[in-house]
């Protein structure tokens, strides 16, 4: 990352890609993860179905084993979503784990199963809670209708915040990721920040919450400045998920392509940008097995180019060449074939030096290269320019080509060092 905190939170620019979880009780049915406000459930309604969860099949163990066999190096899942069920035991609502037939913790089991790995590990945890009869309902974004015997009240909603987040910072272990979301009231406390930092030192926070926190979080390809090719202006995590209608179990969910979500991630990590991908157990706690698969697609070809995101910034000065990404680290140039390359063949126009070496990533495969002199270039005062052909680009159509070029000189000045880069792929 290019916005070192300087203290324990630095853990954060060097994880790069994480796992995010969406689990709870909208699991059950299978439709989506905003079930009870998108359905208009009645609480009571909706209440109803912690009488049904009982995840058998959960295994803390085995999301871990699939994050790490796809290069994911954090956790970061639901603890609470807007529906208000608690993933953990709390002393100030009925509404949690506790009070169905499963019964156990299931944040403390994730946890658990994460500090045995030194995984860092962290929670999404909505400021809005629907369920609650103090939440001030003002007809806002994913906010419920009100029901009969409510009693809005700001701060004692707030107090009732302050004691869940102090219960996430203090029963856990070691918490490295806060993820808020869903804050529509316009209330500021940056005193609620202060105390998860001043609890959990090395936790990272997100800018959903009650101050702008420490990263940005565009998600999906909501926010159309967020794909502009130009370093982002801060800490940042894009985050989507494997499924194009959900972030929670979908019984019949359409899925994107793994083709999709590399381009996403590679245009995001391009421009300096941790990757939240996240998945939706079922009912029983299983990751599918569709989901796994992609997941393990996306992962294995994330591990393999994974180089080209540590300790790079973007290079579009390189070339006019608008077809590619270009990150670099020193003499050392990264070729991001996204999108979807249109010939076998990339030109790097005005770029006139020949690279001592270039391997595709994706294969470890030698690239061929060559100073050539196109006709399309007949008018130009130095017609020759860096040419890559012979590219099998219909071979790897379902992947993102990256393609490093090591350059002794010929460069223009500029580029990261490769000292933090080289530490950390060195580990790896």
């Known amino acids: 990352m290019s916005f070192p905190f300087g203290d324990a939170r630095d853990w954060f620019g060097r994880a790069r890609f994480g796992m995010f979880v969406h689990w709870g009780l909208y699991a059950l049915d299978g439709w989506h993860e905003q079930q009870h406000y998108r359905q208009r459930l009645s609480r009571g309604e909706y209440r109803a179905l912690a009488a049904r969860f009982d ?166 390809d909501y926010q159309a400045a967020a794909d502009a090719v130009t370093p982002f202006p801060r800490r940042t995590e894009a985050c989507d998920s494997v499924g194009s209608q959900s972030w929670g179990y979908r019984s019949d969910e359409d899925y994107f392509t793994p083709r999709y979500l590399m381009g996403r991630i590679d245009l995001m990590m391009a421009k300096g940008a941790n990757y939240l991908l996240n998945v939706g157990p079922d009912p ?72 001592a070496a270039a391997v595709l990533l994706n294969t470890g495969e030698t690239v061929a290269c060559d100073l050539n002199r196109l006709p399309a270039l007949h008018r130009e005062p130095v017609p020759t320019c860096l040419r890559l052909h012979s590219l099998p680009v219909e071979r790897l159509a379902g992947e993102v080509p990256v393609i490093r070029l090591e350059f002794g000189a010929g460069l223009p000045a500029g580029g990261p060092s490769g000292t933090e880069a080289g530490a950390d792929l060195a580990n790896r």
């Open 55 to 220: 995840p058998r099949g959960f295994s803390p163990q085995a999301w871990l084993d699939l994050a790490q066999a796809c290069g994911m190096r954090y956790l970061v899942v639901t603890a609470k979503h807007i529906d208000g069920f608690c993933l953990f035991h709390s002393r100030v609502s009925d509404f949690t784990v506790e009070h169905t037939p499963h019964g156990r913790d299931l944040i403390a089991q994730i946890a658990e199963a994460c500090h045995r790995r030194a995984f860092p590990f962290g929670v999404y945890f909505s400021a809005l809670d629907n369920l609650h009869p103090c939440y001030p309902r003002a007809g806002r974004a994913h906010e419920s209708e009100p029901e009969p015997g409510d009693t809005p009240d700001l701060e004692r909603y707030m107090d009732f915040v302050r004691a869940q987040v102090r219960e996430l910072c203090t029963n856990y272990g070691a918490l490295r990721v806060f993820w808020w979301d869903a804050n529509r009231t316009g209330f500021e406390d940056r005193a609620i920040n202060d105390t998860i930092r001043r609890l959990q030192p090395a936790c990272v926070i997100n800018d959903r919450g009650w101050d702008e926190g420490d990263f940005g979080t565009p998600e999906r």
């Open 284 to 355: 029983l706690g299983r990751i599918p097995a569709e989901q796994e698969r992609i997941l393990r697609t996306v992962g294995r070809w994330h591990r393999r180019v994974a180089e080209a995101f540590h300790d790079t910034g973007l290079a579009p000065e390189l070339s006019s060449n608008r077809d590619v990404l270009l990150t670099r680290r020193a003499n050392t140039v990264y070729v991001h074939l996204n999108p979807t390359p249109r010939s076998t063949a990339v030109v790097l126009r005005p770029l006139n030096a020949l690279p």
